[in-house]
């Protein structure tokens, strides 16, 4: 374990210095000890924050630069003696040999004498860290509009490792059974052990897809597509796109990616879907130069992915107010140019996977105050609700979705999306 120990520091450095995603790192790891590595680089970025203070107690002078990787190795070392359930003596002797071989063989020693610290004062650390705010500081700048307690609660969701969810064609109460999963209210199979997918009962039938709950819901609220012409824009890798082949509409499926667009083909081909017709193009030049017109547009627009934290804790150390601003603006320009394809009377569903407002209800209130020719359209609970009621209240004020990662708290939450759909009436 020593080298993986030390490969996984590497890594989460790459990560937070060079603001890299693990998904573009993982190849690099072999397939035996991809699932340790996962537990300890996912977890570690969950609880950063949290391990940053635990090793201030413990090294009250800053480790030199040119040996940070030994502050990075020291980190997920306290990480796995905290959190993790290898045995601390396997621990504390790699991390110290990693240390003295790549950085200094003082901080080897310094090394030794924290995390023995660490393991005999364990329980009385996790006390101290239960209630630390474990979002960073240019994360919380993102979260304008909600109050401290929410903002709290958004906090704690960052601890939970979300389950694995399924959307199924139809037959969900049977496909339960199956998946030994829970129904939640949409009818979203929801399986907490988190096998391999390819291992789950018929996975070549093309009865189901993996799509956390909250990406689910935007599809939902559009009613009586059938035979109608949707195009759903920035449609990879299509978990919309096949909700909405599955209630028979006439799909276009459009992505700015060759390779993303070749993904959705393959899987429309796997789940049999042949009323998807997928083409390249970058959204913006397809809406102003296309005269098609469409009865209903699915916008899931492109955000800083800010909701999906939960499965992907390096976002909430990457992701910045400038990402947003970038994102905001795009978002923008796509939804001016809606009207150039939508028929009268057509419906726009507008949704992003962004915790920020700016992204959300705050771009859809500018939107609907410059346009005239759009009403919003008030989302109705029940559609959202075929089998059984919801524990939180996902509808706000003005009739829109905003789900946060604390909601399904019980059944360990759910992405953060935000949901409006709207109408074109001139």
């Known amino acids: 374990m020593a080298d993986i120990r030390l490969q996984c520091a590497k890594i989460v450095r790459k990560i937070l210095e060079e603001k890299v995603f693990f998904s573009e790192l993982k190849n690099d790891i072999s397939e035996k000890e991809l699932p340790f590595a996962n537990m ?85 650390i996790l006390a101290d860290i239960a209630g630390i705010l474990l979002l960073p500081d240019s994360f919380v700048s993102l979260l304008s509009g909600y109050s401290e307690q929410e903002i709290k609660h958004i906090s704690e969701s960052v601890k939970d490792v979300p389950p694995l969810d399924i959307t199924v064609k139809n037959n969900n109460v049977e496909w339960k059974e199956k998946f030994r999963a829970d129904l939640l209210a949409n009818g979203t199979l929801r399986i907490y052990a988190a096998p391999k997918v390819q291992t789950l009962p018929e996975y070549n039938s093309g009865q189901w897809w993996v799509q956390d709950v909250a990406s689910s819901l935007p599809v939902m609220v559009i009613s009586n597509i059938q035979d109608k012409k949707v195009i759903d824009l920035c449609a990879a890798p299509g978990g919309k796109t096949a909700q909405l082949a599955s209630k028979r509409a006439v799909v276009t499926a459009l992505d700015i990616s060759e390779n993303r667009a070749q993904t959705l083909k393959q899987n429309m081909q796997r789940l049999g879907f042949d009323n998807v017709k997928v083409l390249v193009a970058d959204a913006l030049e397809y809406m102003q130069n296309n005269s098609e017109k469409y009865d209903v547009i699915l916008l899931d627009a492109p955000c800083s992915a800010t909701g999906t934290f939960r499965r992907h804790p390096e976002i909430l150390h990457i992701k910045n107010i400038e990402d947003v601003k970038e994102q905001e603006n795009l978002q923008k320009q796509m939804l001016n140019l809606c009207s150039k394809i939508l028929k009268k009377d057509g419906v726009l569903v507008y949704s992003v996977c962004s915790i920020c407002k700016r992204e959300g209800e705050m771009q859809i209130a500018n939107f609907l105050q410059e346009h005239q020719d759009f009403k919003r359209m008030k989302i109705d609970i029940e559609d959202i609700s075929l089998f059984g009621k919801w524990e939180d209240n996902l509808i706000n004020e003005n009739g829109e979705i905003r789900t946060l990662p604390y909601y399904l708290k019980s059944q360990k939450g759910m992405d953060s999306f935000f949901i409006c759909k709207m109408q074109r009436i001139i």
């Open 40 to 124: 300890l680089i996912l977890t570690s970025l969950r609880y950063w924050k949290a391990l940053d203070t635990i090793l201030k107690k413990f090294v009250s002078k800053k480790i030199p630069h040119k040996h940070i990787l030994a502050e990075y190795l020291l980190k997920l070392a306290i990480c796995e003696i905290l959190f993790m359930d290898t045995a601390p003596y396997a621990i504390i002797n790699q991390t110290v040999q990693n240390i003295k071989q790549n950085c200094d063989s003082f901080l080897g020693g310094l090394a030794n004498a924290v995390l023995r610290k660490v393991t005999a004062q364990k329980k009385q």
